[in-house]
């Protein structure tokens, strides 16, 4: 079962992350676009669902995928350095999951006040965090 759970795990990661990226890059696009055009719109659908089928359900179940991994290797108690610091860029990775989400409904709504420049710089958060999280759990530094 530990093998098909890790399978599980490494789809879901690898679902959620390409939405990671692609959804800022999406905003990019948002930001030069006039509210209520059908460029605007139509991202506005992509967005939401991008979020709501893709990025929503692949986060969960990496994270209880990933949770029955880290429980049923003893990682839970142990709570070794590398595992720490994967844990930390995880919980980063969600809070910006979050944000991303928050930003959706700002789009939604046609009051997004922040220009291409701050959603080109947040696209780069996730591959930094998928970085150190990737080292962490397959270099095992620290340990």
């Not at 599980?8 to 390409?18: K, P, R």
């Not at 939401?48 to 209880?64: E, T």
Request: overall charge positive; aromatic content about 12%.
């Amino acid at each position: 079962m530990y093998e098909w759970i890790k399978a599980l795990h490494v789809l879901a990661v690898i679902s959620w992350m390409a939405g990671l990226l692609y959804l800022p890059r999406l905003m990019v696009y948002h930001c030069n676009a006039a509210a209520g055009d059908i460029l605007s719109e139509t991202l506005k659908i992509m967005e939401g669902r991008l979020l709501k089928a893709i990025m929503n359900p692949a986060m969960i179940v990496s994270w209880l995928a990933g949770l029955w991994l880290a429980l049923d290797g003893g990682l839970l108690a142990d709570w070794p350095l590398w595992f720490v610091l994967k844990f930390l860029c995880l919980l980063v990775m969600s809070v910006f999951h979050m944000w991303l989400a928050a930003q959706v409904k700002v789009f939604a709504r046609d009051v997004n006040q922040r220009g291409h420049v701050a959603f080109r710089v947040a696209n780069e958060l996730p591959t930094a965090l998928m970085v150190v999280i990737v080292i962490m759990v397959i270099v095992k530094p620290f340990v």
